[in-house]
T-cell receptor, first 118, second 112 residues
């Protein structure tokens, strides 16, 4: 089956620093990747939709200058949390949709990255 | 009211019991996902279905499009089934940029 990886699986950083999270589709090409965040005991919240070679589409209320998304290749999307603050501590999950996916709506989820900002 | 509702929110079962988790939604959909998330863990997609019934091992998922309802069944439950189970739907109105709408999840604890 299709595999999506994330790196790192967990990261601790100091307030004010930036952190980059990678999302890779290992055995398929992903034209679209989705970035979610999840707070404890809550469901996933979509942050942005990333299409290869174009700018990401951010959901309402998500600061695009704070959460930089780059989808430079068909197998890699990155999320950079800039000037991280403790309130950015969360579980970040990506998912990927395969190029030419049939059905169009099939998504594969990554294992998530736990970010802790101290 | 959420567009995707799950019940129950919490469920405790004894090992070996048959478990049912329900999902009701209020929008027209293209498909529905059942997802599993272990504590502190990532998301695993269990099923994606748009009609009928699917079975994988001890897991069975059914969907009734007319009634806007889906169920996830676990037969012969085991403590390792303890996890949060999330129902997520692809609304028809999303078109090619279909974004999932998530339920709030059902926390299942299976006791030995």
């Amino acid at each position: 089956g299709a595999v999506v990886s994330q790196h790192p699986s967990w990261v601790i950083c100091k307030s004010g620093t930036s952190v980059k999270i990678e999302c890779r589709s290992l055995d398929f090409q992903a034209t679209t990747m989705f970035w979610y965040r999840q707070f404890p005991k809550q469901s996933l919240m979509l942050m942005a939709t990333s299409n290869e070679g174009s700018k990401a589409t951010y959901e309402q209320g998500v600061e695009k200058d704070k959460f930089l998304i780059n989808h430079a290749s068909l197998t890699l999307s990155t999320l950079t949390v800039t000037s991280a603050h403790p309130e950015d501590s969360s579980f970040y999950i990506c998912s990927a949709r395969a190029q030419g996916a049939n059905p169009l709506y099939e998504q594969y989820f990554g294992p998530g990255t736990r970010l802790t900002v101290t | 009211k959420n567009e995707v509702e799950q019940s129950p929110q919490n469920l405790t079962a004894q090992e070996g019991e048959f478990i049912t988790i329900n999902c009701s939604y209020s929008v027209g959909i293209s498909a529905l996902h059942w997802l599993q998330q272990h504590p502190g863990g990532g998301i695993v997609s269990l099923f994606m279905l748009s009609s009928g019934k699917k079975k994988h091992g001890r897991l069975i998922a059914t969907i009734n499009i007319q009634e806007k309802h889906s169920s996830l069944h676990i037969t012969a439950s085991h403590p390792r089934d303890s996890a949060v189970y999330i129902c997520a739907v692809y609304p028809i109105y999303g078109g090619a940029t279909n974004k999932l709408i998530f339920g709030t999840g059902t926390l299942l604890a299976v006791q030995p």
